[in-house]
T-cell receptor, first 115, second 115 residues
Framework: DTAVSQTPKYLVTQMGNDKSIKCEQN?????MYWYKQDSKKFLKIMFS???????INETVPNRFSPKSPDKAHLNLHINSLELGDSAVYFC??????????????FGEGSWLTVV | KQEVTQIPAALSVPEGENLVLNCSFT??????LQWFRQDPGKGLTSLLL?????REQTSGRLNASLDKSSGRSTLYIAASQPGDSATYLC??????????????FGKGTHLIIQP
């Protein structure tokens, strides 16, 4: 069973469109994340939700809006897509307040190309 | 603000060699440090996690060390194999009052093992 699954894996869309990437984890974790990997392969955190509440919100354009309907899901909606949004978006989850073991599990990534 | 640096950025060695990948971080107030592997077009796979109170972790041919006070970690790969070719990412988790926060990544070391 896939621990952290995200869909779609590949997405090609035109500038100005609105798109969503969905993420689900079946690990029972209380915290979920979105990371962005740019063209230079640099991974950077975008958002973090703990028990459906936003706890990390890095400097990300407000065109990006995360939505967490429950602890097992964190979806990423992007409005008015721009060329610079092309990247790989990784969803991840962890048990934030666990003691020694705070391993973060990543999804396989969603490759977004804006044309 | 935490910064993570990985040296070298790229490394190519013949099969069978032992090698060391380096990671340094600027803020020693970390919760833990993780080493990940990323294959082309794939997600991240967690290799080793070292808690801030630990000095090293081992898994098979991999050994990771942590010197928190000096802000350094190394990943040692013994008897390298072509299948070890990948990008290796170092990441640290900072500690906040409510528990650990998201990962701060280095830019990775792109490793090629020549058959």
């Amino acid at each position: 069973d896939t621990a952290v699954s995200q869909t779609p894996k590949y997405l090609v869309t035109q500038m100005g469109n609105d798109k969503s990437i969905k993420c689900e984890q079946n690990l029972g974790h209380d915290t979920m994340y979105w990371y962005k990997q740019d063209s230079k392969k640099f991974l950077k955190i975008m958002f973090s939700y703990n028990n459906k509440e936003l706890i990390i919100n890095e400097t990300v354009p407000n065109r990006f809006s995360p939505k967490s309907p429950d602890k097992a899901h964190l979806n990423l909606h992007i409005n008015s897509l721009e060329l610079g949004d092309s990247a790989v978006y990784f969803c991840a989850s962890s048990q934030r307040d666990r003691g020694p073991g705070n391993t973060i599990y990543f999804g396989e990534g969603s490759w977004l190309t804006v044309v | 603000k935490q910064e993570v640096t990985q040296i070298p950025a790229a490394l190519s060695v013949p099969e069978g060699e032992n090698l060391v990948l380096n990671c340094s971080f600027t803020d020693s107030a970390i919760y833990n440090l993780q080493w990940f592997r990323q294959d082309p077009g794939k997600g991240l796979t967690s290799l080793l996690l070292i808690q801030s109170s630990q000095r090293e972790q081992t898994s098979g041919r991999l050994n990771a060390s942590l010197d928190k006070s000096s802000g350094r970690s190394t990943l040692y790969i013994a008897a390298s194999q072509p299948g070890d070719s990948a990008t290796y990412l170092c990441a640290v988790v900072m500690y906040s009052g409510g528990g650990a926060d998201g990962l701060t990544f280095g830019k990775g070391t792109h490793l090629i093992i020549q058959p």
